[in-house]
Nanobody, 127 residues
């Protein structure tokens, strides 16, 4: 059974930091693609950051560059999202996603290419 379990969300003031974690199980972690998406009510799901679990190569949305860092611990099958200098507009539900196999192109722009999703963790940033 595939499970993606997110943790680390919460409420912070603008300028603060949070670290999200996503523990994966039930599938082969290495050699695939893990990513963080976020979605506000009534809006489309937005890719934030992704990582090739085989090479460790990261990819970021423009909104995340310079503030967010995606990393992984292959021994724990866990991906992290360090979020610094948080802004009110970062307030969202954040979801961990796993994409199996290769995808040609920017996978952050293609949420439909992901096979598994976590239940989400809420991040609230107050200004």
């Amino acid at each position: 059974q595939v499970r993606l379990v997110e943790s680390g969300g919460g409420s912070v003031q603008a300028g603060g930091s949070l670290r999200l974690s996503c523990a994966a199980s039930g599938f082969t972690y290495s050699g695939n693609y893990m990513a963080w998406f976020r979605q506000a009510p009534g809006k489309e799901r937005e890719g934030v950051a992704g990582i090739d679990t085989g090479t460790g190569s990261p990819n970021y949305a423009d909104s995340a560059k310079g503030r967010f860092t995606i990393s992984q611990d292959n021994a724990k099958n866990t991906v992290y999202l360090q979020m610094n200098n948080l802004k009110a507009e970062d307030t969202n539900m954040y979801y961990c996603a796993a994409g199996i196999g290769h995808y040609p192109g920017n996978r952050l722009s293609a949420p439909g290419s992901f096979h598994y999703w976590g239940q989400g963790t809420q991040v609230t940033v107050s200004s």
